[in-house]
């Protein structure tokens, strides 16, 4: 007998597809399922099911001032079942965070910022006392399953006059680690991107990559810059981090267009963004991206798969037997609509993207409509 059975969907190719769920794990995937089940979820006929999506930059803890959110705010009731806080909080009150997140429907992980604070104020990185990395590493090593990875965010009004020093003090935690994954946001000088991506290796995430910045990948001339293209090719991964500043149509459709593809899409969400735009939700970043001309499998690739890799977070990603029961049910329709960067720059579009049923390990969140 299934816990949950997933009837009458699609894959992202058109494709029939039914999901079979037991305790917590898919159990069956095929075209055609014809199991008993507790629980039968009837999907209208363009319903379109992937593996949970999973937004890699968000920021939900409660607590700060600047930039907080609720995980279930942008997670199940946006169709996304898996969020992972992008350096809200450091070794201080991360496991005060952790205690908060576990009560969330959505899943939670939380990259940890090398700042003992996180962001409690913009310029966490602007005094050098309040990184402390055997701290950091005692902090990690504790909540290893909440914490998968470290933050540092390198641009002028967060370091400072330490221009790289953090980020120096960054990869010398991650090489104490395993390699734990990195994630840098990049905006304006100093420090300079070139000097940032010198010190990054294959397997770092640059997030922020489209912004729309004087220091960004793009130069006057409108190309993507020559140390970015080295950086790329290093195999130096690409994140989107929407934001409030940080995506520029051009920028994106530039570096697409000459084939610097970004790995995975995120929003850098939180309530402002989220209420005010021009972030509102995941589905709508989605949107720009297909605007841009990526393809819908692509794009989902983008936010299930790609991340999970990325992030080590190996049970999910997939559709397939043994992994997690988290899935997204959503659909794409024919729907006028107009979608804005962060520069203003606005691009009319006339396909919109709909989550329909967040399903977190066998558990079903119905999207409702605002
Ligand atoms: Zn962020």
Known sequence: MLDLLIKNGRNVAGEPLEIGITDGKI???????????????????????????????????????????FPDEIGVKK????????????????????????????NVYALLNISKWGIIKQDELSDLGNINLETDKERIQELSD?????KARMSRTV????????????????????????MVHIGSAPPELSDILALLEAGDIVTHCYNGKLNGIMSEEGK????????YKRGIIFDIGHG????????????????????????????????????????????????????????IDMVTKNPA????????????????????????????????DSNGNQTSVNQTVEPLYAIVAGNVYPISKE
């Open 79 to 106: 169709g996304v079942t898996t969020v992972i806080d992008a350096g809200s909080t450091g070794e201080a009150n991360i496991k005060d965070f952790y205690e908060l997140a576990k009560k969330a429907a959505t």
């Open 309 to 340: 890799e990325i992030f080590h977070l190996t049970e999910k990603g997939q559709l397939a037997v043994g992994k997690d029961g988290d899935i997204t049910v959503f659909h794409v329709t024919d729907k006028e609509k107009m979608l804005i």
């Open 244 to 299: 409030t500043d940080s995506f520029n149509f051009s920028v994106a459709q530039e570096a697409l267009d000459e084939g610097v593809i970004c790995r995975t899409i995120s929003t850098d969400i939180y309530h402002r963004n989220r209420e005010n735009g021009p972030v509102f939700d995941f589905s709508t970043t989605l949107e720009k991206m297909l605007s841009l001309g990526l393809s819908l499998k692509t794009v």
């Open 224 to 231: 993507i810059k020559d140390f970015v293209w080295d950086a």
């Open 27 to 69: 159990s069956h995937v095929s075209a055609k399922i014809e199991e008993e089940a507790e629980k039968v979820l009837r999907l209208t006929d363009d319903a379109i099911i992937s593996a949970g999506w999973i937004d890699s930059h968000v920021h939900c803890y409660e607590k700060m001032t600047l930039y907080y959110d």
């Open 159 to 182: 370091v400072g006059n330490n221009d790289v020093i953090p980020l120096k003090m960054a990869k010398e935690l991650q090489k104490e680690l395993a390699d734990l994954p990195l």
């Open 146 to 150: 909440f914490i998968i990875g470290i």
